[in-house]
């Protein structure tokens, strides 16, 4: 495994009960890296995403993170060495205010950092200033959405895995959240994008891997992919 990969995933096979999801999956993101893995609805994007944040504990293969190997740790360990996770279903804490949710996840970083604030996080979030006493249940998608990334990033973390950050929202919230994304990645951050949807991706990532049924079929450049009819069609029905 390569010194520079701050996530390195090798030989990953999961299984949900006795249902196999992944078969030996290998992914690779360096540091300040943001990648792209695509895939249809069910082709184990989430699952890898659980992989690495001990959410799903590979039966064979190894993780890794930041050149430690994670595979049997606790996801809470996993969190503490510097990962933040935004699940595909969010799960903001509904009976509590938008200003509770942030204050709940509030911690520094591995390294100590503590680089962001409830102050910081009004900033770069200014649709939840105003909503700073709404309750988190009463919230639109995507002003979930963007809460649940705010509050991933009230703990400081240094990887970032979103999990269909795009799915199911209007496009002018879509369009936002890439802009996020986008200012989150020029602070030198790794981060990891699951989506369906390879146009999100294409102003945001640089490379994208593509799983299929639990396997990687395709591993390169964002550029590399738009020119591949053939994994566009048969894979992601582009």
Not at 142 to 171: F, K, T
């Amino acid at each position: 495994m390569s010194v520079g990969n701050v996530i390195e995933v090798a030989g990953i096979d999961v299984f949900y009960g006795a249902s196999q999801i992944l078969f030996g999956v290998d992914l690779a993101v360096s540091e300040g890296q943001t990648m792209a893995l695509l895939g249809r609805n069910g082709a184990g994007k989430s699952t890898t995403m659980k992989a690495i944040a001990g959410l799903a504990p590979p039966r064979r293969g190894v993780v890794k993170l930041f050149g430690n190997e994670t595979t049997a740790r606790k996801p809470y360990h996993i969190a503490r060495a510097g990962l933040g996770f935004v699940p595909e279903d969010r799960q903001v804490f509904p009976e509590h205010s938008v200003e509770d949710n942030l204050l709940i996840a509030q911690k520094p970083g591995p390294d100590g950092r503590d680089e962001w604030s409830v102050a910081r996080i009004y900033d770069v979030f200014p649709l939840l200033a105003p909503l700073r006493q709404r309750m988190a249940g009463r919230l639109s998608g995507g002003e979930q959405q963007m809460l649940a990334i705010a509050r991933m990033l009230m703990g400081n973390p240094s990887v970032l895995l979103l999990d269909e950050p795009s799915e199911g929202l209007a496009p002018i919230i879509v369009q936002r959240i890439g802009e996020l994304i986008r200012t989150l990645r020029q602070t030198g951050v790794t981060i990891l994008i699951a989506e369906q949807n390879m146009h999100f991706c294409l102003g945001l990532a640089s490379d994208a891997t593509v799983i299929d049924k639990g396997q990687i079929v395709f591993a390169g450049t964002i550029a590399a992919l738009k020119a591949n009819d053939d994994v566009r069609q048969r894979y992601l029905a582009l």
